[in-house]
């Protein structure tokens, strides 16, 4: 068990009245026994650069059936390697993941980077009756391209402009007829623990889906490297032709499983996440998944539909 295992769960034990045996850091074994979601103000440190955005997926499912409004506190890392970053949460998570049905407000308050952390994002959520099903099977053509290109500390914002215009060269050889926006930004010193750089490069379509490609600055890696990477990272996520990026394919199983009905989402190959978060959500709830590959027009897309019969979860309290 690593620090932001542990402080997922502690959040959970304390929004649930749960008991908690075995949640020390290295732990192999838990067990963990949930009492009635009750919501209310609950405050999760990791105490290092663990992400508070894998704090905010362990508590979101929770939180929804809760008896009464939730209001999170997460303090760790806002952009750390090997998880999603705040921005793609706000910017990508968020939208998408409001067609099941419910809201929630994501106030970054302090941003916090490898290795001190330091950053602290306020989530409220609302409980609600049941979830809706979602239908993201039509791609839609590529209307707009925008993102954020951030420096933070002791870093200049020519970094920041060099990933922007780097990002926007590599993007341009492949999409050339539309206007691309990445926006080159230096985080307010009041806003920023220590010092970060990286970038986020979303692609909205026609029908509303949203897909990403980002990366992280780190010492000795060249700012041009970094916006490369991001955009052919979102090159390579609209080249399959599914509706959903690598990245949001296993953070919407979850939700999928305990929505009322049938969801169908259209996605590029299956990632491993993917394969275990299907895995799991099946052991834990009566959510059935099925995976077949995409009959599609061009043979070259490499696309998947994961349907979902979802269990129809009813907050009990409302």
């Known amino acids: 068990l690593r620090p932001q295992h542990l402080s997922g769960l502690e959040m959970i034990r304390d929004l649930c009245d749960g008991k908690l045996n075995g949640g020390e850091i290295g732990s ?9 979601i009750k919501g209310g103000t609950h405050i999760a440190d990791t105490k290092t650069a663990g992400s508070v955005c894998l704090l905010m997926q362990v508590a979101m499912p929770c939180v929804l059936f809760a008896a009464s409004p939730s209001e999170l506190h997460l303090k760790g890392g806002t952009n750390a390697e090997m998880a999603p970053q705040i921005d793609y949460t706000v910017m990508v998570f968020k939208p998408i993941v409001e067609k099941f049905n419910f809201t929630f407000n994501c106030d970054i308050k302090r941003r916090g980077y490898y290795p001190q952390g330091g950053g602290e994002v306020v989530v409220q959520m609302s409980p609600v009756k049941e979830l809706s099903p979602i239908n993201l099977t039509e791609r839609g053509t590529v209307t707009k391209i925008y993102g954020r290109a ?5 870093l200049p914002i020519k970094l920041a402009k060099d990933m ?3 990002a926007v060269r590599c993007i341009r050889r492949e999409i050339r007829d539309l206007y691309i926006n990445i926006q080159p930004v230096r985080e307010p010193d009041d806003q920023a623990v220590g010092t970060g750089s990286g970038i986020i490069i979303v692609a909205e379509t026609s029908t509303g889906c949203l897909l990403a490609g980002s990366s992280l600055g780190k010492r000795g890696k060249n700012a041009d490297k970094v916006g490369i990477e991001a955009a052919e990272m979102l090159l390579q996520n609209l080249k399959h032709g599914g509706t959903v990026d690598d990245s949001l394919q296993d953070q919407l199983i979850i939700f999928m499983a305990l929505a009322k009905g049938v969801s169908r989402v259209k996605s590029g190959p299956i990632t491993l996440h993917t394969q275990t978060a299907i895995h799991f959500a099946e052991q834990l709830t009566k959510a059935k998944f099925t995976v077949t590959k995409s009959e599609e027009e061009d043979p070259g897309n490499d696309t998947y539909i994961i349907e979902c019969q979802g269990m129809g979860m009813i907050n009990s309290n409302i």
């Open 28 to 36: 192999t074994e838990i067990t963990f026994t949930p009492g009635k």
């Open 150 to 154: 951030f420096v933070a500390g002791a």
């Open 164 to 166: 922007s215009a780097a």
